[in-house]
Antibody
């Protein structure tokens, strides 16, 4: 059974940093593109970033480019999101998701909540 | 940037058909995926590649895509279908993935 478990969320002041993790199990992690998707409270889904199986291709939404960095450690079956210079508008539930090809996000974690506030 | 527009809400009686649209410039030339999200839960893929269903998704869920509109159709609606639905595409011009604005399906 595919499992994705996010962690690392919490309350952080504007301008500070936070690192999210996503632990994957139940599938061959390094076979798949992985994504981060976020959802602000009461709002819709927003794609944040995607990383190819070998980290050779990484894409970011314009809203986070230059502030967020996505990485993965295939030996540890883990995905990461380093978030710097956090803003109030980054407050959201952050999901990691497994891409079965063509952007089909077939499996999602339960999310980790990031709150940016002073 | 590429924009996908959905109606904020759709109301439907049990047993009837819910039609959820996703509008985007020449979206018919892109591949569309659809997600269902119930309160407090992660999204679930219900239709992929315009019209295919993942295993375990009822046949009541179907999709189509042409011109400037993609459509998710839920036939014989049940109370459990009440949820938010989001369309999604990959925009090659920006190399970004894009979600629609979301539609709340209300079962009367």
């Amino acid at each position: 059974e595919v499992q994705l478990v996010e962690s690392g969320g919490g309350l952080v002041q504007p301008g500070r940093s936070l690192r999210l993790s996503c632990a994957a199990s139940g599938f061959t992690f390094d076979d798949y593109v992985m994504h981060w998707v976020r959802q602000a409270p009461g709002k819709g889904l927003e794609w944040v970033s995607a990383i190819s199986w070998n980290s050779g291709t990484i894409g970011y939404a314009d809203s986070v480019k230059g502030r967020f960095t996505t990485s993965r450690d295939n030996a540890k079956n883990s995905l990461y999101l380093q978030m710097n210079s956090l803003r109030a508008e980054d407050t959201a539930l952050y999901y990691c998701a497994k891409d079965r090809g063509g952007g089909r996000l077939h499996s999602w974690g339960q999310g980790t909540l990031v709150t940016v506030s002073s | 940037s590429y924009v996908l527009t959905q109606p904020p809400s759709v109301s439907v009686a049990p047993g009837q058909t819910a039609t959820i649209t996703c509008g985007g410039n020449s979206i018919g030339g892109k591949t569309v995926h659809w997600y269902q999200q119930k309160p407090g839960q992660a999204p679930v893929l219900v239709v992929h590649d315009d019209s295919d269903r993942p295993s375990g998704i009822p046949e009541r869920f179907s999709g189509s895509n042409s011109g400037n509109t993609a459509t998710l159709t839920v036939s014989r609606v049940e109370a459990e279908d009440e949820a938010d639905y989001f369309c999604q595409v990959w925009d090659s011009s920006s190399d970004h993935y894009v979600f629609g604005t979301g539609t709340k399906v209300i079962v009367l």
